[in-house]
């Protein structure tokens, strides 16, 4: 006999709010580091900047993670699945108002974009930037990785239809992982084989399907375990309780991806080999740094990444990804500071504080009204079951 169908709700994770503000804030370091020399400048923390790089991966894996979960719980529990343009229509009003704001004062007030064409424009509003070679301007080089992210989200839909078809309540995570590493594991060997560009090509979807599937894989465990399913997946569990183990962990996984295995640390484009092994470290890094915050008991971990400064600075850190390019370029413009020089540190609490503060106006400003405009989405009627539909002509007859 088959187990009851269980009525877990899908409960939210405060705690993963503070993966993506440590995700923001490495991409921050990585850009700073790049813009005062550190990072190529040979110096004894040049390749542990030059590695921060790896805040995007974590972005990639709590996306997989976050968006596959309503796929996951509805399969496990015998619940509705996101319906498609409600879910497309959320994605758009979360992701391209703020964005398009940002691409604007760019290509209008940074200096460096004063020769903008209108290709530019249309690619940047199109988020089409990354499919030509050195199209991505001044202030708007990190968003590469959204248009990465935004594909996934195009695509979500059909995945999680296939991954979540039939009756099998249990998932498929072992089919999810083995997808996402196949489909890496190819476009790097055509990159290898120069079939594919290393500069190019390493900013397309394909080549991080190994990070998004981790974070699928991750969602789809998390499911089954919280609904009394996959038992032998609860060493997660068991290692989530040790968040200070596998936070030492994962800082041992990057202590060994800031040597030459994963790649040259400026702008020398890695071998195939040092571009695919950077992608499995990144995983097992962004995976270890998940887990504690994920999965587990309660800890004091995750009491104080739930505290309500670290909530806040996790609401607005889509605003830190997109501001802090600007802010940066915008400092080294009015100072008339030459490129590849000044202070870390210094530029570190400009970039970092002043990205803050427009991310703060663009949630309060743009982001937030647009969330709410985005609920406006028709809801799907109730189905009539044959019960009410008797109770309904009952009391009309009466």
Known sequence: MSAPISTATLQRLPALDVVRVIGALAVVGHHVGFATGVNTGGGAWGGWLARLDSGVAVFFVLSGFLLFR??????????????????????????????WVAV???????????????????RHFTLTQIYQS???????????????????????????????AGRKRTG????????????????????????????????????????????????SVHVSIRNGLRPHWRFLDGIAAAPLACWAAALAVYAIATTPIAGPLGLGEPTAGQFGTKMVLYTLLAVLITIPLAFGPQTRAKELFSSSSARWLGTVSYGIFLWHPFVLEMFYQVTGRP??????????????????????????????PAQRF?????????RITESQSKTTAATAVS
Request: aromatic share 12%.
């Open 134 to 164: 050195a199209d991505l301007r001044h202030g708007l080089s990190q968003t590469w990785s959204l248009c990465t992210e935004v594909v996934f989200y195009l695509l979500l839909p059909i995945i999680g239809a296939l991954l979540t």
């Open 104 to 122: 604007v004062v760019c290509l209008l007030l940074l200096d460096r974009n004063s020769d903008a064409t209108r290709a530019d424009w249309i």
């Open 172 to 219: 498929r995570p072992w089919v999810i992982i083995v997808g996402g590493s196949v489909v890496t594991a190819v476009w790097v060997a055509l990159i290898g084989a120069g079939v594919l560009s290393p500069s190019l090509h390493t900013m397309w979807l394909p080549a991080y399907g190994l990070w998004f599937g981790a974070g699928m894989l991750l969602a």
């Open 339 to 368: 490129e590849f020089t000044g202070g870390f540190w210094e530029t570190y609490l400009v970039v970092a504080g002043g990205g803050t503060v427009l991310a703060a106006l663009s949630f309060y400003m743009i982001e937030r």
């Open 70 to 99: 309503p796929w996951a719980q509805a399969q496990t529990t015998g619940g509705r699945k996101p319906t498609t343009g409600r879910y497309l229509w959320r994605r758009v009003m979360r992701v391209l108002p703020a964005y």
């Open 374 to 382: 985005s609920h406006r989405w028709p809801r799907p009627r109730r």
